[in-house]
């Protein structure tokens, strides 16, 4: 891989919306520090990947908070989470955080990044319609662009199988 050079990183940070500040924050170093970074034409492939992979900055809060989520339902089957009851399930306040931490809503826009089939085509917009509580928690339906209609779980969508992403739009 090769590396960015200073201007071409600069450029990456500008389109993503981060000033060096920002930057200093997001990776817990001081602003001088982004600064010599930015500016080491040699620096270590980390610097550069670590660019690469921040999300818009104004999304990144929506995008963090699904990140977190993923965390959390991956590890929600560890025996010692002591916000099961004793049956394993959640409870009725951790399914109603569960929705809230998820900061999936109404009116948000998710794009097919890999067609299913015929009836989504890749690139197909789709709005979120409601979020109800389902089987496994939370259910989410949308309505794309072609005028087909489809839910799936939560779980799914934050998944890494899902064939869908949210863009960080809102339906107008």
Known sequence: ?????????????????????????AWG???PRVTQVINDPERPLHWDQAL??????????????RRLALVSS???????????????????????????????????????RESPGDHLPENCRGEVLRITPGRDGFDVTFRFE????DTYSL????????FLSDTGLKAR
């Not at 690469?52 to 908070?65: E, M």
């Not at 809230?100 to 998710?110: C, L, Q, R, S």
């Not at 072609?146 to 209609?149: D, K, L, Q």
Request: aromatic share 8%; glycine share 6%.
């Open 146 to 149: 072609n005028g087909e209609t």
């Open 52 to 65: 690469w992979g921040l999300p818009p900055k104004r999304t990144a809060a929506k995008i963090f908070a």
């Open 29 to 31: 170093v001081t602003p």
């Open 74 to 112: 991956l590890t929600r089957s560890d025996p010692e989470d002591s916000d099961r009851d004793n049956n394993g399930s959640a409870s009725a306040a951790d399914t109603d955080a569960q929705r809230d931490e998820y900061a999936v809503e109404p009116g948000d826009v998710w794009v097919v």
């Open 1 to 25: 891989m090769q590396r960015l050079t200073p201007h071409e990183f600069r450029a990456v940070a500008r389109h993503l919306g981060y000033r060096r500040a920002d930057l200093a924050e």
């Open 155 to 162: 779980q799914y969508l934050l998944s890494f199988e899902c």
